[in-house]
């Protein structure tokens, strides 16, 4: 069962909010339906979150992620089409059991996070189960676990106003975690940081979520950031999906135009993996080869493969040789124009491609 399920969902601000949902699910854009004078932020958006998945949706200002995410936790009301936590429809659910639901399963990460300026960093890391009526014992062992996950725990006792705006946003990290929820919503979390420290930030979520399995609806207007954290992404403009995949899908098979012009600022040897760019290997030969995992990123093999003198052998876990990756490959996969691939040091062997480089 998905951990979250959009199914046909919508949002529509305004009177005739109704009547532009029929006009939009025959596929009007909403820019032609602007005399019933609605704003149509969320439109026929579907897709399912796996349970330890992060899934990114990405767009640019205005594509409809905020309210999409708002419909998500059941803050917003769909204006048609549900939303599913665990298989159970929340759009049917009365405020009160939105409002537990929430506190069991759903908890948000903001970009501007709103620490108490009075109370210290456990205390704010705690705080969510003190609205819950948890024990301070209990809340205050559980936030001291959370606060050490993120690498604050010699910050318990400090107050925010002595944290540089990286650690502010951990400890927002720190809350989520503390309370413990399987679904973590994270909107913009990382936006407004520096951008070291927001590499830092992300490296750090990927660690946690190798540790804890957590489900991660990740929203980003950024695509780089999208490709580095999500297992899929889900591309929308002006409140509709344009693709939904996983980041090399995104970036070597684009849906439209509007989409691979996005993908045009994206640092491809950071996101193609060995098993996205490898060709056929000649087995007897890539048997003597240095070997490396299907999932290593590119960036990586063009250290290595330039520190040996024959291509690499991918192989899977049970080391089996399943393809090969030379320089050419490389080159052809991050599409580098030529003369730059001069710069790769040449091989003496036959896996080359003709002409691709010199
Ligand atoms: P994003 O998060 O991608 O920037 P939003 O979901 O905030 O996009 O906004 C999508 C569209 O919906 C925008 O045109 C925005 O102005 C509009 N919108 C958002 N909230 C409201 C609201 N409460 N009332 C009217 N329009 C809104």
Redesign the pocket.
Known sequence: MPAVRANHLYKV??KRASQAVALLSDGRHRDTIKDLNV?A??IDVSFEVQPGEIFVVM??????????IRMLNGLLPPTAGTVEIDGTDITTLSRRALRALRGEKISMVFQHFALLPHRTVLENAAYGLEVRGVSRAERHERAAHALDLVGLGDWKDHLPNQLSGGMQQRVGLARALTADTDIILMDEAFSALDPLIRRDMQTQLLQLQAELGKTIVF?T?DLNEAMRLGNRICV?RD?RVVQIGTPEEILNHPADDYVARFTEDVDRSRVLTAASVMEPAPKAEAADWERVAPDAPVVELFQRVAACDSPLAVVDKEDRVIGAVSPTTILSALAMPEEASSAVPSLANGTRREGAAK
């Open positions: 601000f305004g704003t932020a969320v767009g640019l200002s205005g594509s409809g992620k905020s309210t999409l929203i207007h929308l409140g």
